[in-house]
């Protein structure tokens, strides 16, 4: 059965800290994995990720995918407390019909 | 701005009733999905929709049925709502037209069903 793991499940850090999130996947038919920040209510886009070794950014946040070992992680530097979420992780199969979400890594960042 | 909206945003009901989420969107997306989240569980999904005439179960589809009366509409039914049914629920859609894009999904802001 296809899965998506995330750990942590929960992490508490104080601002400034560097946190990396994890996320491991069994699947067939894997295409691409996306990493979503939840804060209060709708899920929000951060990353797609589809090629190994492809380092995504935007800001403080980066992500990468490792398609042999089947896992991707997550990465925020000089954390602040916006950055207080859920961070979900679904990898969408080769047909494009399949989302599956892991369930998500609750951060809480103190100031 | 184009966007998912979802109605109601909160809804309390007694075991044994009918109860219709609904869903609409101004994106011009071909594709629609519900999902429920539980704590812990994470996002699970109920049924997608690939265009008006095509309807698809998701991972958890048993004791919900839902209606694509329009491309930018999808609704969710519970027949006969029960406790475990008490969940936030979401709708999603995503562009399969637009190369590049079709891995990502666009969420409305929920639903809090309670179910007593």
């Known amino acids: 059965e296809d899965k998506v793991v995330q750990s942590p499940l929960s992490l508490v850090v104080h601002e400034g800290d560097t946190v990396t999130l994890n996320c491991s996947y069994e699947?067939?038919?894997?295409?691409?994995l996306l990493w979503y920040k939840q804060e209060k209510k709708a899920p929000t886009f951060l990353f797609m990720l589809?090629?190994?070794?492809i380092e995504k950014k935007s800001g403080r946040l980066s992500s990468i995918l490792d398609k042999k070992e089947l896992f991707s992680i997550l990465n925020i530097t000089a954390t602040q407390t916006g950055d207080s979420a859920i961070y979900l992780c679904?990898?969408?199969?080769?047909?494009?019909?399949?989302?599956?979400f892991g369930p998500g890594t609750r951060l809480s960042v103190l100031p | 701005d184009a966007d998912v909206t979802q109605t109601p945003r909160n809804r309390i009901t007694k075991t044994g009733k009918r109860i219709m989420l609904e869903c609409s969107q101004t994106k011009g997306h071909d594709r629609m999905y519900w999902y429920r989240q539980d704590p812990g569980l994470g996002l699970r999904l109920i049924y997608y929709?690939?265009?008006?005439?095509?309807?698809n179960k998701g991972e958890i589809s048993d004791g919900y049925s839902v209606s694509r009366q329009a491309q930018a509409k999808f609704s969710l039914s519970l027949e006969s709502a029960i406790p475990n049914q008490t969940a936030l629920y979401f709708c999603?859609?995503?562009?399969?037209?637009?190369?590049?894009?079709?891995?990502?999904?666009?969420f409305g802001p929920g639903t809090r069903l309670t179910v007593l």
């Open positions: 679904a990898y969408v199969d080769n047909y494009g019909q399949n989302f599956v």
């Open positions: 999603a859609t995503s562009d399969h037209r637009t190369s590049g894009r079709a891995n990502e999904q666009f």
């Open positions: 699947v067939t038919n894997f295409r691409s």
């Open positions: 929709s690939f265009d008006v005439k095509d309807i």
């Open positions: 589809t090629s190994s070794g």
